[in-house]
């Protein structure tokens, strides 16, 4: 992996910092706040039926679903960065934490089973801390069921053939993995689709972090990613992830609720969420 080839492709990128993430985000706030007062004008769902839904949400929620993937990606990217670059797993395993939890509200709006998703949450988001056995056999089945006739790329049918065998419990699964991890920087979905304003995301796999773990539960994958296994015992060793960065303004209420009031907040959010 060549540093100076990292350093250069981080140039491009949209955001190199944390504060001027918080920054732009504390502007978006404050425009949610005035579109609110002017019949939510300009912010998501505004010309359609769904204005008396948007009445119903407080401005900290408007303000969720109106997030920029380009805000939530660059978290990821300036973590991903750190870890290339200062071998920070530290920052990395909190940037995952903050990216997933800020990912997963944004998109709490979105209603049904949707592919992108299924995908961050079997692969990166709280499937790193997996236990629940039924859960994992659910999300199994669920993308046989949804997915097994629509996958035409190699590195999607070479995740559904892993996925199919964990499911019934086979252990030959160290060759389709490994596959896996050759395929992984050239999934087109990864560097030109969702998530293309991460651009660091293919430097490294983090996106198969969760399906390592989630298959290591049962039988012992063998890997010469050194990488991989150096994080996942970092992550065997902290199991308690935080917030990569101290949200300040009027976005303060961000550390409450992407942390110790997630689960909470995530619920009542929920429960007016009718949109999509």
Same mark, same amino acid.
């Given at each position: 992996?060549?540093?100076?080839?990292?350093?250069?492709?981080?140039?491009?990128?949209?955001?190199?910092?944390? #504060?001027?993430?918080n920054k732009? $985000?504390?502007?978006?706030?404050?425009?949610?706040?005035?579109?609110?007062?002017?019949?939510f004008k300009n912010l998501l769902y505004s010309n359609t039926k769904k204005l008396d839904l948007l009445k119903k949400l407080k401005p900290e929620e408007l303000f969720l679903m109106n997030i920029h993937d380009k805000f939530i990606l660059s978290i990821l990217n300036?973590?991903?960065y750190n870890a290339l670059v200062n071998g920070d797993y530290e920052i990395l395993f909190n940037g995952i934490y903050t990216y997933t939890h800020?990912?997963?509200?944004?998109?709490?709006?979105i209603n049904g089973f949707k592919f992108n998703s299924f995908i961050e949450h079997l692969i990166i988001n709280e499937n790193i801390f997996i236990k629940d056995d039924d859960w994992?056999?659910?999300?199994v089945k669920k993308f046989t069921e949804n997915?097994?006739?629509?996958?035409?790329?190699?590195?999607? &049918?070479?995740?559904?053939?892993?996925?199919?065998?964990?499911?019934?419990?086979?252990? #030959?699964? #160290?060759?389709?993995?490994?596959?896996?991890?050759?395929?992984?920087?050239?999934?087109?979905? $990864?560097?030109?689709?969702?998530?293309?304003?991460?651009? $660091?995301i293919k430097f490294l796999p983090i996106f198969l972090v969760g399906i390592y773990k989630l298959i290591n539960q049962? &039988?012992?994958?063998?890997?010469?990613?050194?990488?991989?296994?150096?994080?996942?015992?970092?992550?065997?060793?902290?199991?308690?992830?935080?917030?990569?960065?101290?949200?300040?303004?009027?976005?303060?209420?961000?550390?409450r609720i992407l942390n110790k009031d997630y689960n909470e907040f995530s619920k009542e959010y929920k429960s007016k969420c009718h949109f999509a």
């Open positions: 992996m060549k540093i100076d080839e990292i350093k250069k492709k981080f140039l491009e990128s949209n955001y190199k910092n944390f #504060d001027t993430i732009e $985000l504390n502007e978006l706030f404050d425009n949610v706040e005035k579109s609110k007062r002017h019949n300036i973590s991903i800020l990912r997963s509200l944004n998109r709490l709006h994992k056999k659910y999300i997915f097994g006739e629509q996958i035409e790329g190699k590195f999607d &049918i070479e995740l559904m053939t892993i996925l199919q065998k964990t499911m019934m419990e086979e252990k #030959d699964i #160290d060759n389709n993995f490994n596959e896996l991890l050759k395929l992984y920087p050239k999934c087109q979905w $990864l560097n030109k689709g969702w998530y293309r304003e991460c651009i $660091l049962e &039988i012992e994958i063998k890997t010469n990613n050194q990488w991989l296994i150096e994080f996942i015992k970092y992550l065997k060793e902290n199991r308690e992830g935080k917030l990569v960065y101290n949200f300040t303004g009027k976005i303060e209420f961000l550390n």
